[in-house]
């Protein structure tokens, strides 16, 4: 397996690092504490060991003289483990754990939290485009998405179909985080209509034939196991009236492909347009989290329907933000950018379409979505106005 750099940097002390399956925590601990001590509790063995005799951990740490760090992989499945964590960071020792996990939620609901600040949380994200560098491919980035596993895959298509199936089985159904896995796979195949839209739950339960309130505990659940997310409207110092709906994302592109029926009526320059505002967005976060969270996600929409697709807004960057799958810039699709410029004229406004030329239209950047996502870096300007 090629060996990617990645952008995250760790923590000194102990901490949580969460992510989706297959964006690479394991091979990352792996790689940064080849000493470590480590646990893996996808094991069988390991993991009966450990949820019968969560106290073993003690003995394996305190038997062990030099002071490794302890990665523990997938801890959501043991919660337990969590207070014999905590009870050896405040020891004499002061070991460093990093624990990894697809999940916060069975650790939330068996009451445990997270070590009252005594680990610090981080996550993992699907690659970057400057992760890769030259092996960005911004087509297949659009049809396969970003997810290590997947675009470290002989047969990527494959790996992609099974993907949700490996969260329904291995986490939705094994831990019985919903009572009907039936309506659930109904429920992700509603939902992934309001990909990268705003989202209106009453109108999803319909569709899949259950009530608003279970339809609620459905997007927790996907929001839980970090396998979508949901972007604010954009209100501060408001001017006029906005919409209240949040609008939904998957954490990748290509698992929103995967998830997105396909039929006669449904419209590809519909599902690309999708596609396209997925992977900036999911970009925009891993530029947030591994900056150090100093910036936040939301989307600009008026009652009357004029919308900015992303703000990008913290102590570092104002940034609005229009997404395009065209190759031409038409008059109309500035039309939501420049009444944002009229409400916060101390914003920057980029446009990013499928075109390769520059331009600066006013006040407004127009660039190459391709090229925006190649130079995005965290800790660096979102757009250097050069």
Not at 342 to 356: I, K, T, V
């Amino acid at each position: 397996m090629e060996i990617i750099t990645r952008f995250f940097k760790p923590p000194a002390l102990s901490y949580f690092l969460f992510g989706p399956r297959g964006t690479g925590k394991s091979l990352w601990t792996q790689l940064h504490y080849p000493e470590a001590l480590r646990l893996d509790l996808l094991d069988p063995t390991v993991f009966r060991t450990y949820s019968t005799h969560p106290e073993q951990l003690r003995e394996l740490v305190e038997g062990t003289q030099s002071k490794r760090p302890i990665v523990i992989d997938e801890v959501q499945k043991i919660p337990e483990l969590l207070s014999v964590v905590h009870s050896l960071i405040e020891s004499k020792q002061k070991r460093q754990f990093i624990l990894t996990g697809s999940s916060a939620r069975k650790l939330r609901r068996s009451g445990v939290d997270l070590m009252a600040g005594r680990a610090v949380l981080r996550t993992l994200h699907p690659y970057m485009a400057a992760e890769l560098g030259p092996r960005f491919d911004f087509t297949r980035a659009l049809q396969s998405g970003m997810v290590p596993l997947v675009l470290q895959a002989s047969e990527p298509t494959d790996v992609l179909a099974s993907y949700s199936a490996l969260y329904l089985r291995e986490e939705v159904q094994m831990e019985a985080l919903v009572r009907n896995i039936g309506a659930f796979s109904r429920f992700l195949e509603a939902v992934s209509f309001s990909h990268s839209a705003p989202i209106n739950l009453s109108n999803v339960a319909r569709d899949c034939q259950v009530e608003r309130k279970t339809a609620e505990g459905y997007l927790d659940v996907l929001e839980d196991l970090l396998l979508a997310y949901r972007v604010p409207v954009f209100t501060r110092r408001a001017r006029r009236e906005l919409a209240a709906h949040p609008k939904l994302f998957f954490f990748d592109a290509g698992v929103f492909r995967s998830l997105r029926p396909h039929g006669p009526l449904d419209r590809p320059q519909e599902i690309e347009g999708a596609a396209l505002e997925g992977l900036v967005a999911q970009h925009l976060r891993a530029w947030i989290a591994y900056g150090g969270e100093k910036e936040k996600l939301f989307y600009w929409r008026t009652r009357s329907g004029v919308e900015v697709d992303l703000v990008v807004y913290g102590s570092s960057a104002f940034t609005a933000i229009e997404i395009k799958n065209s190759a031409r810039i038409r008059p109309q699709d500035l039309r939501g950018l420049r009444s944002f410029q009229e409400d916060y004229p101390q914003s920057q406004c980029l446009f990013l379409y499928r075109g390769h030329e520059r331009r600066k239209i006013d006040r407004i950047f127009c660039l190459p979505c391709a090229e925006f996502l190649q130079q995005l870096r965290p800790n660096q300007p979102l757009w250097p106005e050069r």
